[in-house]
């Protein structure tokens, strides 16, 4: 599933305007990991996994971006993000639509650019402290995949507002 007409230009032209070189990859519509690492796994560096979350109390927004092969314990990253164990859940499809502009199987924090503030960015400290050379993401579609210096990725993260959560999920979350 594609996002808005337009919006993976308008990710592709931002990039480009912050001086950050990516390269894609096309591939057919994916909609897990396991789908997606059949296309990508020749290109050697940090693969993601994307949760949209919903702190179910709060009423705040989570993307949790992580290592593909990483499980995430949901209860044990409430309770490290101060939001009390049994209160994240899957955000539904709407939202993600709303805030990100992405629908199910595109979670991506390249879609940052599209939110005004709303979602908080949970970032697995294995994509800054891994020693890839590069790390991969959906660029707005489930059908390709994009890959940046993790220095590229941080500088446009950073350039939407966006201030990430950096978790070590070896040692900070078990």
């Known amino acids: 599933m594609a996002a808005a007409p337009g919006l993976r230009e308008a990710l592709e032209q931002r990039l480009r305007d912050l001086g ?3 390269t894609t990859t096309e591939h057919p519509e994916v909609f897990t990991v ?3 690492m059949a296309h990508v796994q020749h290109l050697k560096g940090g693969h993601s996994k994307n949760l949209f979350l919903k702190d179910k109390k709060r009423k705040e927004f989570w993307l949790v971006t992580v290592l593909h092969d990483r499980q995430v314990d ?3 990253l409430a309770k490290k993000l ?3 164990s049994g209160n994240l859940r899957f955000a539904d499809e709407n939202a993600m639509l709303e805030k990100l502009q992405v629908g199910q199987g595109c979670a ?4 940052l650019f599209c939110d005004h503030g709303d979602v908080r960015l949970v970032l ?3 994509f800054l402290e891994g020693g890839h050379e590069k790390v991969y993401f959906h660029p707005m579609t489930n059908g390709a995949t994009m890959g940046l210096s993790p220095e590229d990725f941080l ?3 950073k350039s939407t507002g966006h201030d990430p959560i950096v978790v070590h999920f ?3 979350i078990k």
Do not use: S
């Open 108 to 111: 991506t924090p390249l879609a």
């Open 20 to 22: 950050i070189a990516a």
């Open 82 to 84: 101060g939001v009390g």
């Open 155 to 157: 500088k446009f993260v």
């Open 74 to 76: 949901l209860n044990h």
């Open 124 to 126: 697995d400290a294995g």
């Open 170 to 172: 070896d040692e900070d």
């Open 34 to 36: 396991e789908e997606m």
